[in-house]
């Protein structure tokens, strides 16, 4: 039986931003077991967290608990999931809301004082943090099984995570809609437009294994037109320069990063492959689709009607007042399409900060009391315990063809999601390759790609490679 097992070891350990510095030895206020069942004593579980619109899964003023907005089915399931936690365990859940919990948590490690048992943050505002020695390993642990990819998220989603071994954050993936918030690249439609255009659906393209580049280059041409009813002009498409090279860049078979049995690794951005790709996202982005796209648009141009499409993070999908839900009443959502060098319906949704990241500090007074908190906090909500559950809920609740239900599910897999590190500078290229020549851009930039690469991704996957296996 898993058992907590108290803290009444001082902590030393050794971090890249200060010297060596030593904790000082923090007692439990709580037995580990009474009579056979854990007791904690009535102590009070700190979460640190931060205000911010996607951690809160809304506005950064609305009311959340445990990342839903307050008064949602969702938000009273969380609710009841805390009040059974202090119950079962004798404890008292608290959030407190500080403007970065992972800095809160750092300067903590570094004065030896306790601040939280866990925090939530998005892992942009981690890695740092977990690369200084600021967070427990979780892999570890007895009172979760941090691997565990239904329960915690997919390898890739994790990926940032991941550090010389350990696995220092996770994501309550049995939360609906808590991994899939986290992806980027996804083209957002308005339907209204398809439909008084008489134009083909992305929808039936993906599913009929034929939206690759060439369609999608029709598709620019055909959905840009001027309105009869206001005789304004509306974009086939808007975009973010960084953020339409990006989506390009994975789209024509390409992984970002391969790491092969001997140790050494390819860099998925410079293969024949990606430069075809970013020959291709030059191309439309200047050429003859130059005056279909909406440029530095997105989510907004899409929701005001100036533009058919809009390639958008999956958060901009149902998040809040702001998204694509709240405000079309008719919208399809699809990924980007395939390049000629793969297999019809081939695509990968990347992230760069997931979000939701849920980590121990190394000054929480029992690591193992706080991985049981979370464990149980973070259990499937009453009634959405399945997949198929949760798809039903966003079938009836979100999107009226269930293959957006499905595709918005499915994009956060392993089979899709892949991480790009934006920390550290290695997506700065991307804007670069719309105004210059993208082979140029990319050969300048190959020596400072890859000693990023060299210190901050490689044994991120060497050590997914470690817990996972192959």
């Not at 079309?328 to 019809?344: A, H, R, W, Y």
Request: contains cysteine; proline residues 3%.
């Amino acid at each position: 039986m898993k058992k907590i097992v108290s803290l009444l070891l001082c902590l030393t350990f050794v971090f890249s931003f200060v010297s060596c510095a030593t904790v000082e030895e923090i007692v439990p206020e709580y037995t580990s077991e009474v009579s056979g069942e854990i007791d904690l004593g009535g102590k009070v579980f700190k979460m640190g967290t931060v205000n911010d619109a996607l951690i809160v899964f809304s506005s950064a003023d609305e009311e959340s608990v445990l990342g839903y907005i307050g008064n949602t089915e969702f938000a009273d399931l969380a609710l009841n999931r805390i009040r059974e936690t202090e119950s079962k365990y004798n404890m008292v859940f608290e959030v407190v809301i500080v403007p970065s919990a992972a800095q809160t948590a750092y300067n903590s490690v570094v004065t030896g004082d306790y601040e939280f048992d866990f925090i939530q943050e998005e892992s942009y505002d981690v890695v740092d943090y977990v690369i200084a020695g600021t967070f427990i390993d979780l892999s570890v642990l007895d009172n979760m099984n941090a691997i565990d990819e239904e329960k915690w998220g997919s390898r890739y989603l994790l990926a940032s995570m991941m550090f010389e071994g350990g696995l220092y954050g996770v994501i309550p993936a049995k939360h609906p809609m808590k991994t899939q918030n986290s992806m980027s690249s996804v083209i957002a439609v308005n339907e209204d437009y398809i439909y008084s255009l008489n134009a083909t659906d992305p929808r039936d393209y993906y599913e009929n294994g034929e939206w690759t580049w060439d369609t999608f280059t029709q598709v620019l041409l055909d959905y840009a037109h001027t309105t009869q009813v206001s005789n304004e002009y509306v974009y086939a498409l808007a975009s973010k320069e960084d953020w339409f090279t990006r989506a390009v860049s994975l789209s024509n078979g390409d992984e970002y990063l391969v790491v092969n049995d001997d140790g050494t690794y390819e860099m998925g951005f410079y293969t024949t492959t990606a430069f075809k790709a970013f020959d291709q996202a030059h191309e439309w982005w200047n050429g003859v689709t130059s005056e279909s796209i909406q440029k530095g648009g997105g989510v907004e141009q899409l929701n005001n009607g100036t533009s058919v499409m809009a390639l958008i993070d999956s958060y901009q999908v149902l998040s809040g007042t702001s998204s694509v839900a709240y405000n079309l009443e008719n919208f399809g959502i699809v990924p980007f399409p395939s390049g000629p060098d793969t297999q019809p319906g081939w695509y990968k949704s990347f992230y760069e900060s997931a979000d939701f990241v849920l980590s121990i500090p190394v000054t929480a007074p029992d690591e193992e009391a706080s991985a049981l908190v979370m464990d149980s906090l973070f259990e499937p909500l009453e009634g959405y315990e399945t997949n198929e559950s949760i798809l039903e809920y966003l079938k009836r609740n979100y999107f009226a063809d269930e293959r957006d239900a499905e595709y918005f599910f499915e994009m956060s897999s392993n089979e899709h999601a892949i991480y790009i590190d934006h920390k550290h500078g290695l997506t700065g290229i991307f804007g670069s390759i719309l105004k210059s020549t993208p082979s140029q851009v990319m050969e300048s930039n190959e020596d400072s790609q890859r000693s990023n690469i060299e210190k901050y991704i490689l044994t991120q996957y060497q050590t997914m490679n470690e817990l996972y296996g192959e």
